[in-house]
T-cell receptor, first 116, second 115 residues
């Protein structure tokens, strides 16, 4: 997992607050994916971004969730007005600029969000 | 929606036993990847299979991709406690244009190997 950096590792928020999760991809990678993992539910795709572009956000809830990957800086997954059901582990993964379909995804160690 | 079904969901065995984990789908994927995840960490790639019927070996692990590229299996020989972890299969779906793709994951098989 070396290379993809996620922070914070643990995040506690009260209901109604905002959560901001950060992901710095591996050097040279310009494709970023966000996944959510709940116990016994596996990894659920949320959003796929390239620099300054959202390629596929079909897995993102329509409200309260947004993601960005600016030209400079990390990718941000933002959850507004968090609810208890948002508690989960959120993983970021990156792949090389010229991604091919058999290139692996490199995952970070996740951010564990707990909403109290 | 493409779905990947993994079985069994949980598996607890004794050291030295053999086991097989299955990954099945009704959809065709351009490639299939197997990952292993340990508690508190992100998934780490074990292998990618691309061609229907392909078999790949990684020490005591043998991976097979079905002829129709819809299913795959992972066989572990003489399991060891260090093999304990969550094994995930993931199918690659290519977007139009062919240069970008995303992975759809199964729910995983949680393997425990007891000494």
């Amino acid at each position: 997992n070396a290379g993809v950096m996620q922070n914070p590792r643990h995040l506690v928020r009260r209901r109604g607050q905002e959560a901001r999760l950060r992901c710095s991809p591996m050097k040279g990678h310009s494709h970023v994916y966000w996944y959510r993992q709940l116990p016994e539910e596996g990894l659920k795709f949320m959003v796929y971004l390239q620099k300054e572009n959202i390629i596929d956000e079909s897995g993102m809830p329509k409200e309260r969730f947004s993601a960005e990957f600016p030209k400079e800086g990390p990718s941000i997954l933002r959850i507004q007005q968090v609810v208890r059901g948002d508690s989960a582990a959120y993983f970021c993964a990156s792949s090389p600029r010229a991604g091919r379909n058999n290139s692996p995804l490199h995952f970070g160690n996740g951010t564990r969000l707990t909403v109290t | 929606t493409q779905l990947l079904e993994q079985s069994p969901q949980f598996l607890s065995i004794q050291e030295g036993e053999n086991l097989t984990v299955y990954c099945n789908s009704s959809s065709v994927f351009s490639s299939l990847q197997w990952y292993r995840q340990e508690p508190g960490e992100g998934p780490v790639l074990l292998v990618t299979v691309v061609t229907g019927g392909e078999v790949k070996k990684l020490k005591r692990l043998t991976f097979q991709f079905g002829d129709a590229r819809k299913d795959s299996s992972l066989h572990i020989t003489a399991a060891q406690p260090g093999d304990t972890g969550l094994y995930l299969c993931a199918g690659a779906s290519v977007y139009s244009g062919g240069s970008n793709y995303k992975l759809t994951f199964g729910k995983g098989t949680l393997l425990t190997v007891n000494p």
